[in-house]
C-alpha cells in the first residue's frame, strides 16, 4: 500500500508537469479565410500580443507557430540543456569567422532558438533581467519617442507577478501574468556555500551586494530572480497562451510557416502565405499582420517579402517591394566559456541524501528546480563607463555534473575541447565563470542564403570585430581571475589547453585574447535586425509605434527592433515590447472604432 501511495504521487506530480495549451486549428483553416489581426511567431513577444489583442472580444487574432506545444522536459529548469539542439530548437550556425568562435568545429558558432510555443522563452535559461535605465532612455534619445525608461518602466510591472520582500517597493509589478521567483539549490552538494563565495568574492573586488538591482545604474553583484513558479518554467507560452485557452477569439495554428507576406500594389500587407499540412494557402487580415518572429526569422520573412536590401534581393530573383536596411545591425551578447574556478572544497560536505529527480517530483526543490548559478554581476571594466559593460554568470559544475556535456554539445565545440572537460569534470569541482560582453560595438549581418523560405538564412555574427570589444572582454577576464584567486574563493584558474593560446603567459594579454577568440559564444541574444529609429535614419526599419516604414498593415514586435541591445537578458524586454505594442495597436485601432461611432 505504501509502494502504491508514493507511485502514484510520482506519476502524479509528473502529469501535473503537463500543460494545456490552446487547441491546434490548423487543420480547419481554409484558403482565404480572414482576421482582424495575424500574428507571426508565438514566442517571447508574440504570445504576449496575441493575448492582449483578443482582450478586445471583437476582434479575431490568428497566432501562426511554426512549432507545437512545448515538451514535458521545458517545465524542469535544469533541464534547459537538453531542449539545445534538439527538435525543439532552430540550431543556426553561423557563418565562418576568422575573428571568434575559433575553438568550434568549423570555425561556426551555433545559435539555438525556441522552436515551440513560447519560442525562446521556452528554452532559455530563465533569468530576469531588464537591462539598465540607460538603455531605454538612448532608445528615446536616438529618435524613438515613447522608448524611455520611465514610459516602458509600467510595462515592465505590468508583465511582473512578484512578491517578495527582498525586491525594491514600487519597482516591481504583482499581477501580471509572469510569475518570477527567487530560487535556490540549498539541498545540492555545496551550492549554498559557492553562491556565498561567489559574491563574497565580488564584494572583494568593490562591487556592492545588491538585493534588487533592477535600479542599479553601474554595478552589484545579487540574486536573480528567475520566470520559475513553483520550481517549473513561467514562459510566455504558459504564461500568456494557457491561461487564455478557452477565449474563441484566439484561433491557433501550430506546425504552420508563414513563407511570405502578401503585399498589394499600394504596399499595404494583406495577409500571409502559410505552409500547413503539405499544402500553402493564404489567410487574409482585416487590419495587421505583426511579425513576431524573433531576430532571425522576422528578417527573413520580411526579405523573402520583398522588404529589405534592393541588390541582395534581386540577386535572388525577389521583386522588390520597399528597399530598407532589413538584417543589418545585427547584435549579440556573447560570453567566455571555458574559464574555470578549480576548488578545493572539503570532503566531508553532505550529500544529498535522495534521489534529485524524486526530491523534484515530490518537492519541485533541489538540483534539477534552477537552471544556473542564481548570483549575477554586473559592472564597468576599469571604470569605462558609469554603466555596466559585462555581465557575470555562473555555473556550478560538480564532479560528474550531469548537464555539462548536454551543454557543451550544444555549443559546437571541437571534440578534443570538450572530452578533456568532461574528462576533468570526473574528479574536478569546476565553478565556470561566464564573462558576458553586454555592450557590444561589433555588428553582424542575417541576409537570405535561399530564396526558399525553408532554407536557413546566413548569419555573419561579426564577433570581436572591433577591438574595443576584445579590450573589454578581457579586462573582464582578469576580474574572474582576481575572483578566482580571492580569499572568498581561494581558488586556481583552470582553462582548456589549446596549443595556439598556452604559448603564451596564462596571465598576459595575449593569452586572454587568443583564449576568448577560441571560446566566446553566444547567450542567445540576437537583437536589433529590424532596427526601430525615425524615417530620417537610413538604417531604421521599422518606427516608434513599430510599423515598418513604407509598407500598410505591418508591424515588426521582438528582439529584432531594439536599436541597441539592451545591457543584459534578452527575454524580460522582448517581452515588454509585446506588452508595449499591444496598447499601441489597441489605442490605434479602437480610437478608430470610436471616431465612426
Known amino acids: 500500500m505504501l509502494l502504491t501511495q508514493v507511485l502514484t504521487t510520482l506519476i502524479q506530480s509528473y502529469c501535473n508537469?503537463?500543460?494545456?495549451?490552446?487547441?491546434?486549428?490548423s487543420a480547419v483553416i481554409q484558403n482565404n479565410d480572414e482576421?482582424?489581426?495575424?500574428?507571426?511567431?508565438?514566442?517571447?513577444?508574440?504570445?504576449?500580443?496575441?493575448?492582449?489583442?483578443?482582450?478586445v472580444a471583437d476582434w479575431r487574432v490568428l497566432l501562426i507557430e511554426v512549432g507545437s506545444n512545448p515538451p514535458v522536459e521545458s517545465e524542469i529548469p535544469a533541464l534547459f540543456t537538453t531542449l539545445l539542439n534538439s527538435k525543439y530548437d532552430w540550431s543556426y550556425k553561423t557563418e565562418e569567422s576568422d575573428f571568434a568562435c575559433q575553438g568550434m568545429a568549423n570555425n561556426q558558432c551555433v545559435w539555438a532558438k525556441g522552436k515551440m510555443l513560447g519560442g525562446s522563452s521556452s528554452i532559455n535559461a530563465m533569468y530576469y533581467v531588464r537591462g539598465n535605465k540607460w538603455d531605454y532612455d538612448n532608445w528615446e534619445k536616438v529618435g524613438n519617442p515613447g522608448w524611455g525608461y520611465d514610459d516602458v518602466l509600467k510595462y515592465f510591472k505590468?508583465?511582473?507577478?512578484?512578491?517578495?520582500?527582498?525586491?525594491?517597493?514600487?519597482?516591481?509589478?504583482?499581477?501580471?501574468?509572469?510569475?518570477?521567483?527567487?530560487?535556490?539549490n540549498s539541498t545540492y552538494f555545496h551550492a549554498s556555500a559557492i553562491e556565498r563565495m561567489i559574491r563574497e568574492a565580488a564584494m572583494e573586488e568593490g562591487l556592492p551586494l545588491v538585493e534588487d538591482c533592477s535600479s542599479n545604474t553601474r554595478s552589484c553583484v545579487t540574486e536573480s530572480l528567475f520566470t520559475i513558479k513553483e520550481g517549473t518554467r513561467m514562459s510566455t507560452a504558459k504564461a500568456y497562451l494557457a491561461s487564455v485557452r478557452e477565449r474563441e477569439n484566439l484561433v491557433l495554428m501550430k506546425e504552420s510557416t508563414v513563407t511570405k507576406l502578401l503585399i498589394d500594389e499600394r504596399k499595404r500587407v494583406y495577409g500571409v502565405e502559410v505552409h500547413v499540412n503539405g499544402k500553402f494557402i493564404k489567410v487574409l487580415?482585416?487590419?495587421?499582420?505583426?511579425?513576431?518572429?524573433?531576430?532571425?526569422?522576422?528578417p527573413q520573412l520580411l526579405m523573402l517579402s520583398g522588404i529589405g536590401p534592393k541588390k541582395d534581393l534581386e540577386d535572388l530573383g525577389i521583386g522588390v517591394v520597399n528597399e530598407l536596411k532589413v538584417g543589418y545591425n545585427l547584435q549579440d551578447h556573447i560570453f567566455l566559456n571555458n574559464y574555470y574556478a578549480k576548488?578545493?572544497?572539503p570532503d566531508d560536505a553532505p550529500e544529498i541524501d535522495t534521489d534529485p529527480m524524486y526530491s523534484y517530483l515530490t518537492r519541485r526543490n533541489d538540483i534539477f528546480s534552477t537552471p544556473l548559478s542564481p548570483s549575477l554581476l554586473f559592472t564597468s571594466t576599469n571604470g569605462r563607463s558609469d554603466r555596466p559593460n559585462v555581465q557575470f554568470h555562473f555555473w556550478n559544475a560538480s564532479p560528474k555534473n550531469p548537464f555539462l556535456a548536454a551543454f557543451f554539445a550544444s555549443l559546437n565545440f571541437k571534440p578534443e575541447f570538450t572530452s578533456h572537460l568532461i574528462n576533468a569534470n570526473q574528479h574536478l569541482h569546476l565553478v565556470s565563470l561566464l564573462v558576458k560582453l553586454i555592450r557590444p560595438l561589433s555588428r553582424g549581418r542575417v541576409?537570405?542564403?535561399?530564396?526558399?523560405?525553408?532554407?536557413?538564412?546566413?548569419?555573419?555574427?561579426?564577433?570581436?570585430?572591433?577591438?574595443?570589444?576584445?579590450?573589454?572582454?578581457?579586462d573582464g577576464t582578469k576580474l574572474a581571475?582576481?575572483?578566482?584567486?580571492?580569499?572568498?574563493?581561494?581558488?586556481?584558474?583552470y582553462t582548456v589547453p589549446v596549443p595556439k593560446c598556452d604559448k603564451f603567459d596564462s596571465e598576459s594579454d595575449q593569452f586572454y585574447e587568443c583564449y576568448i577568440r577560441h571560446f566566446v559564444s553566444t547567450v542567445y541574444h540576437a537583437?536589433?535586425?529590424?532596427?526601430?529609429?525615425?524615417?530620417?535614419?537610413?538604417?531604421?526599419?521599422?518606427?516608434?509605434?513599430?510599423?515598418?516604414?513604407?509598407?500598410?498593415?505591418?508591424?515588426?514586435?521582438?528582439?529584432?527592433?531594439?536599436p541597441i541591445i539592451v545591457s543584459g537578458n534578452t527575454n524580460i524586454p522582448t517581452i515588454m515590447i509585446g506588452e508595449k505594442v499591444s496598447d499601441m495597436i489597441k489605442e490605434e485601432w479602437l480610437k478608430e472604432i470610436h471616431s465612426e461611432l
Open 17 to 25: 508537469l503537463n500543460v494545456a495549451y490552446p487547441p491546434d486549428n
Open 285 to 298: 487580415s482585416k487590419k495587421e499582420v505583426i511579425v513576431s518572429a524573433g531576430s532571425i526569422a522576422s
Open 343 to 345: 576548488l578545493n572544497l
Open 481 to 493: 581571475t582576481r575572483m578566482i584567486k580571492s580569499k572568498a574563493l581561494n581558488g586556481s584558474v
Open 447 to 474: 541576409t537570405l542564403s535561399s530564396s526558399n523560405p525553408f532554407v536557413a538564412p546566413k548569419i555573419i555574427n561579426g564577433y570581436l570585430t572591433e577591438d574595443e570589444d576584445v579590450r573589454v572582454l578581457i
Open 35 to 55: 482576421f482582424d489581426f495575424i500574428v507571426v511567431g508565438a514566442g517571447s513577444a508574440g504570445s504576449v500580443v496575441a493575448n492582449r489583442l483578443t482582450e
Open 527 to 562: 537583437a536589433g535586425t529590424c532596427k526601430m529609429g525615425p524615417k530620417s535614419d537610413p538604417d531604421a526599419v521599422v518606427d516608434a509605434t513599430l510599423k515598418v516604414h513604407g509598407v500598410d498593415g505591418l508591424r515588426v514586435a521582438d528582439a529584432s527592433i531594439m
Open 158 to 184: 505590468k508583465l511582473e507577478n512578484v512578491n517578495d520582500p527582498r525586491v525594491t517597493p514600487g519597482v516591481h509589478g504583482n499581477d501580471g501574468y509572469m510569475r518570477l521567483s527567487y530560487t535556490s
